[in-house]
Nanobody, 114 residues
Framework: VQLQASGGGLVQAGGSLRLSCAGS????????MGWYRQAPGNQRELVAV???????KYADSLKGRCTISRDNSKNTVYLQMNNLKPEDTAVYYC?????????WGQGTLVTVSS
């Protein structure tokens, strides 16, 4: 599975961003898709994931500020982030689980200025 992410960038605190990630290359269905992030000096952490049935899971730090959605026909997952904070600055990695294997995208940088 190859994952192609887009939508990162620079935004002011309180602003919004929408990340997209398209999966391709697998003849098998992709189960869970979503996003993790890693800030400098920190471990990679969950942002939000969603199953193929549309069940989402969010990190507590982002609940109420982001919405994950998915288009199964396109193997694409979207993350709408609102009211962004400087502490949301990180590299955001697209994630997919397919046939018991984990896959990662190349990462997209989100920078939130104060």
């Amino acid at each position: 599975v190859q994952l192609q992410a887009s939508g990162g960038g620079l935004v002011q605190a309180g602003g919004s961003l929408r990340l997209s990630c398209a999966g391709s290359g697998s003849p098998f269905s992709i189960n869970t898709m979503g996003w993790y992030r890693q800030a400098p000096g920190n471990q990679r952490e969950l942002v939000a994931v969603i199953t193929s049935l549309g069940n989402p899971k969010y990190a507590d730090s982002l609940k109420g500020r982001c919405t994950i959605s998915r288009d199964n026909s396109k193997n694409t997952v979207y993350l709408q982030m609102n009211n962004l904070k400087p502490e949301d600055t990180a590299v955001y990695y697209c994630y997919a689980l397919s046939m018991g294997r984990n896959y990662w995208g190349q990462g997209t940088l989100v920078t939130v200025s104060s």
